[in-house]
């Protein structure tokens, strides 16, 4: 940490860096916490699944129904839970970006369209573009 006595574009320097750090390591970590709660979703969807394959020979159609109605409400949770985590990703996107631009002079997040034949795949992608989330 540059001392008091020192330039007053050293300290500045010095804090823009802090920020560009801190907004990096938070955006990783949305980004973590995005595949921490899809997995988390992923399991009591799955467990639901299983459930209710095995309840389907047995005839206790109320017990299926509240097992259906778990994933359901499971698979909503997660929709929106990833709506939310796009929402924060994306807010320290932006932070970063604003951030990175003025101290490196570069846009780290400029999108570069490479020769795809219009297949583009990758997370955001695919929360973006859930089956229930089409209009």
């Known amino acids: 940490m540059p001392a008091e006595d020192d330039h007053p574009d050293k300290?500045?320097?010095?804090?823009?860096?802090?920020?560009?750090?801190?907004?990096?390591d938070v955006r990783k970590f949305e980004i973590e916490l995005f595949w921490k709660r899809s997995t988390f979703f992923w399991t009591?969807?799955?467990a639901?699944?299983?459930?209710y394959a095995t309840l389907?020979?047995?005839?206790?159609?109320?017990?299926?129904?509240a097992?259906?109605?778990?994933?359901?409400?499971?698979?909503?949770?997660w929709t929106l839970g990833n709506r939310g985590n796009k929402y924060w990703q994306e807010a320290w996107e932006k932070k970063l970006r604003r951030h990175q631009e003025g101290f490196l002079g570069v846009d780290l997040f400029l999108v570069l369209?490479?020769?795809?034949?219009?297949?583009?795949?990758?997370?955001?992608?695919?929360?973006?573009?859930?089956?229930w989330r089409l209009r």
């Not at 389907?56 to 129904?65: A, I, S, T």
């Not at 097992?67 to 949770?77: D, M, P, R, T, Y």
Request: proline share 3%.
């Open 11 to 24: 300290i500045e320097r010095f804090r823009q860096e802090k920020l560009l750090d801190i907004a990096g």
């Open 67 to 77: 097992v259906s109605c778990f994933g359901i409400v499971c698979s909503l949770a």
């Open 48 to 51: 639901s699944f299983v459930a």
């Open 56 to 65: 389907k020979d047995h005839d206790q159609r109320l017990l299926r129904f």
């Open 44 to 46: 009591f969807i799955a």
């Open 113 to 131: 369209r490479l020769p795809t034949n219009g297949a583009v795949f990758g997370i955001r992608g695919v929360s973006r573009y859930q089956p």
